[in-house]
């Protein structure tokens, strides 16, 4: 795989998703990725740079991060006011938060997200449309179902805690207990190290074995 480090790529688009959440699309460039792998970026000529999990599929021709704006966070409230033709300096990829090929189109997959963790898994889906999946997206609120319209039909599952909106009415825990996982079940599970940790509990008792659960923490 073609690593390339400390590129500048240029950002063609800045999609406002709620007050808080955007998505930078920039340049491809001819960065080759595995679906779940991350990206270490900051504005152009920053010393500061921040892990941004890809959002996009791998055979898309551009680059696109997902981003929430962390109060008191340094990158992530820069990183909200940029515009197309600004720049960013970006090395990568890295990570292995990814799908092993073998078993890609023979198994069941359960992703289990919070917040921006969902990235890995858009990426994912975009990748491989016939993917055998359900993603458990972990959020307070119902209009941070970020594009949930590019998931199929079905294996989106919003578990809001603050408003009724969502497909779910509580936490990830909650709608794991009430719908218990096959333990063969590849499991995947990305964003706060808290409900990473609650949910492992959960799908241990379930029966799921070490070897099947696979995390990324962000923070
Ligand atoms: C492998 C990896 C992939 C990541 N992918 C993404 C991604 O796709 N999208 C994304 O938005 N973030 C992602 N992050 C988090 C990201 O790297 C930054 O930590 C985040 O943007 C905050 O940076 P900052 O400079 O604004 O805040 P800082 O000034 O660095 O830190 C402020 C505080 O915010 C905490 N924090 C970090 N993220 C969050 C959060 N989401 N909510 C609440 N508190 C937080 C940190 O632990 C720290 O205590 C990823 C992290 C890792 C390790």
Redesign the pocket.
């Given at each position: 795989m073609e690593t390339i480090t400390n590129s500048i790529y240029k950002i063609q688009q800045v999609r406002h998703l709620t007050n808080s959440?955007y998505i930078i699309r920039m340049e491809r460039g001819g960065m080759e990725f595995v679906a779940g792998q991350?990206l270490n970026l900051g504005i152009s000529g920053d010393v500061?740079k921040?892990?941004?999990?890809i959002?996009n599929g791998e055979k898309d021709d551009f680059l696109e991060?997902?981003?929430?704006?962390?109060?008191?966070?340094?990158?992530?409230?820069q990183m909200k006011s940029l515009k197309p033709g600004d720049k960013l300096e970006v090395d990568g990829p890295?990570?292995f938060?990814t799908l092993k090929p073998e078993d890609i189109d023979s198994k069941k997959y359960l992703f289990i997200a919070s917040?921006?963790?969902v990235?890995?898994f858009h990426s994912i889906a975009q990748s491989h449309p016939n993917l055998n999946f359900k993603l458990i997206h972990g959020i307070r609120f119902s209009n941070e179902a970020y594009e949930k319209e590019h998931y199929p039909s079905g294996r989106y599952v919003s578990c809001v805690t603050k408003d009724d909106k969502g497909s779910f009415k509580g936490r990830v825990t909650d709608y794991l207990k009430a719908n218990p996982v096959d333990k063969e079940t590849l499991c995947y599970l990305c964003?706060?190290v808290n409900m990473i940790y609650d949910a492992f509990d959960v799908l241990k008792d379930q029966g799921v074995s070490s070897g099947n659960l696979h995390a990324?923490?962000?923070?």
């Open positions: 959440t991350n500061e921040r892990d941004y999990s959002y991060v997902l981003v929430k704006e962390v109060e008191d966070g340094l990158v992530s409230k890295f990570g938060f917040g921006t963790g990235a890995p964003g706060n990324e923490v962000y923070f």
